[in-house]
DNA sequence: TTAATAGTGTCTATGAGACAGTATCAA
DNA sequence: TTGATACTGTCTCATAGACACTATTAA
């Protein structure tokens, strides 16, 4: 932090730079999602209360300036930024967009690059998930109130939410909310926070199944009574898509 | 082109700019479709042959720096971007996503920021989207090939195409390719160029009017002996979506 | 036995896919 | 009248949604 406060006060004077460009601010931002408590919660920091830092003190998604020494591509940025602020997990990662202008950071013309990750929980368990003393797991629908965050953060934050609810419809995404093993109902529970809305038992196990992206890990002791299948994703790397529409039939 | 070169040879002294980062280069690149003759075309320029300018000669992506003295914002760039080299029309653009490294540009650590684009065209009318002289509309499945294009150009060519069938499955995005007014015939041929294969006719005709995204435009002279509906679309700033699985039922 | 949750079966309506048929125009 | 294409009707089957039912455990 220290050291930042001090790179910031060079400010913005050899900003002109090679290929005869002025070059903008390039920054790396990360929406990186956990549920836990019942909720969908976003991690964010606060901003320093430094001079010469815009939004000091402000809750903000984390991120910041690529690090064209220490960052092989975008992805290890944001693999970094993330990171610095949470404990040892390995997140699942998907590029959001970009926000990019001259207006949306007073320091100059800024690009940033947006990044989705998913944080892998046991639904009760924030600890898996535990944080930089600066940060904060926040619930998403007091986040993404007009004004709750610094920049143009809570446009990617409702961009971030509408990804994971819109894929939420067709996708396997929402496993990647799940520490392994997990039960069937625990998965049923994480697409029920995550869209908002009760899911049916029957019609949810059918599709889930019959999406082959789980693979049987033996029987749990569940949140209940009765043990549950305990089940693994086939592929940590990319979600299940659901079988949808307007494509010809698979089978003859 | 000639300044463009010029510039070129200051090369990469000064990148070491404000706030104490290395600032990356920041580029934009877009992935422009057309479909006429009966093929999914993307819109490629030719590389200068300058020195200093990486990949001479050879085929890419429209693109280049952003300008912070000229672009607004990412959009605004990419407009441009797409401006210089074709004529006049309105397209559709959508963020493509972010490639971003210290190897994919010999000049040094760049990102950029790469958008889908879809020009309207009659499918036979290559006129409505003329290009500048050292532009060409290829054939995708040419231009996907391995090593046809400059920088990763091939892999953000693929990716492109990949969201264009991708969203042909569920959308209506395949209607940005067309001129309106356009008959119900003339998208369905829209549809199977973009997806490569064909379409059942009565199932499309129900899906397309179901998805209330079209607005009749008067008869007009089809490609036939039988005059059709012409259509318009209602919202030329996003694509409808069709109904998908797994959300509740909409009518009672 | 009871409570609680895991998991299954069944009915119904929707709608996609396939394809055959009808309508409307030019020549 | 023929040919070509626009457009519609109909049959079938898969499956989503709703919800009632059974299974398996702890206490």
Same mark, same amino acid.
């Given at each position: 932090m220290v050291d930042k406060a001090r790179k910031v006060t060079r400010a913005a004077a050899g900003a002109r730079a090679a290929l005869g460009f002025v070059r903008p601010l390039s920054s790396v931002d990360v929406v990186a999602f956990a549920v836990f408590d019942e909720a969908l919660r976003v991690?964010?920091?606060?901003?320093?209360?430094?001079?010469?830092?815009?939004?000091?003190?402000?809750?903000?998604?984390?991120g910041g300036f690529v690090d064209v020494d220490r960052d092989a591509d975008l992805l290890a940025c944001a693999r970094r930024k993330l990171r610095d602020k949470t404990a040892r997990v390995s997140p699942y990662f998907e590029q959001l967009g970009?926000?990019?202008?001259?207006? #949306?950071?007073?320091?100059?013309?800024?690009?940033?690059? =947006?990044?989705?990750?998913? +944080? &892998?929980?046991?639904?009760? !368990?924030?600890?898996?998930v535990a944080v930089a003393a600066e940060a904060s797991w926040?619930?998403?629908?007091?986040?993404?109130?007009?004004?709750?965050?610094?920049?143009?953060?809570?446009?990617?934050? #409702?961009?971030?939410?509408?990804?994971?609810?819109?894929? =939420?419809?067709?996708?396997? +995404? &929402?496993?990647?909310?799940? !520490?392994?093993?997990?039960t069937l109902p625990q998965l049923q529970r994480i697409y029920e926070v995550v869209l908002g809305r009760p899911v049916d038992k029957s019609g949810f196990r059918t599709r889930a199944l019959a999406a082959r992206f789980l693979a049987e890990a033996g029987t749990v002791e569940g949140d209940s009574?009765?043990?549950?299948?305990?089940?693994?994703?086939?592929?940590?790397?990319?979600?299940?898509?659901?079988?949808?529409?307007?494509?010809?039939?698979?089978g003859h």
């Open positions: 991690l964010l920091v606060r901003r320093p209360k430094v001079a010469g830092e815009p939004f000091p003190g402000r809750w903000a998604l984390p970009s926000w990019g202008s001259a207006s #949306r950071d007073p320091r100059g013309w800024s690009a940033t690059h =947006a990044w989705l990750a998913l +944080l &892998p929980t046991g639904g009760t !368990a924030p600890e898996q926040r619930p998403v629908d007091d986040a993404m109130q007009k004004g709750a965050l610094a920049f143009d953060h809570v446009e990617i934050l #409702r961009t971030g939410v509408e990804r994971l609810r819109s894929k =939420a419809e067709y996708t396997s +995404l &929402p496993a990647f909310l799940l !520490a392994e093993p997990f009574n009765r043990p549950a299948m305990g089940y693994r994703l086939l592929d940590r790397s990319t979600p299940a898509v659901f079988p949808r529409t307007f494509s010809p039939r698979l």
